[in-house]
Nanobody, 118 residues
Framework: QVQLVESGGGLVQPGGSLRLSCAAS????????ISWYRQAPGKERELVATVTSVGILNYADSVKGRFTISRDNAKNTVYLQMNSLKPEDTAVYYC????????????WGQGTQVTVSS
């Protein structure tokens, strides 16, 4: 059974830090690109960061220099280190796994809430 389980969300003050984790099971984790998305109330889901199966990193402009994505294939886990958090980072953060060969496979986690507020 495929599972992506996010953890690490919570309430943090502006300027603070959080580290999100996404633990995967039920598929060949190392073959997938893993991304973090987020969705704020009333807004569309947006891509935050991606780490490909070969370690290429990509970030949304809004989080560059503040967020760092990393993966540990031995633990089937992806992390999102979030520093210098802003109120506009408040959202539900989702983990996504995708591969395109030999066909498209895509999985989502259930999400974890991040709230940045004083």
């Amino acid at each position: 059974q495929v599972q992506l389980v996010e953890s690490g969300g919570g309430l943090v003050q502006p300027g603070g830090s959080l580290r999100l984790s996404c633990a995967a099971s039920g598929f060949t984790f190392s073959s997938y690109a893993i991304s973090w998305y987020r969705q704020a109330p009333g807004k569309e889901r947006e891509l935050v960061a991606t780490v490909t199966s070969v370690g290429i990193l990509n970030y949304a402009d809004s989080v560059k220099g503040r967020f760092t994505i990393s993966r540990d294939n031995a633990k089937n886990t992806v992390y999102l280190q979030m520093n210098s958090l802003k109120p506009e980072d408040t959202a539900v953060y989702y983990c996504n796994a995708v591969r395109f060969v030999p066909k498209v496979y895509a999985y989502w986690g259930q999400g974890t809430q991040v709230t940045v507020s004083s």
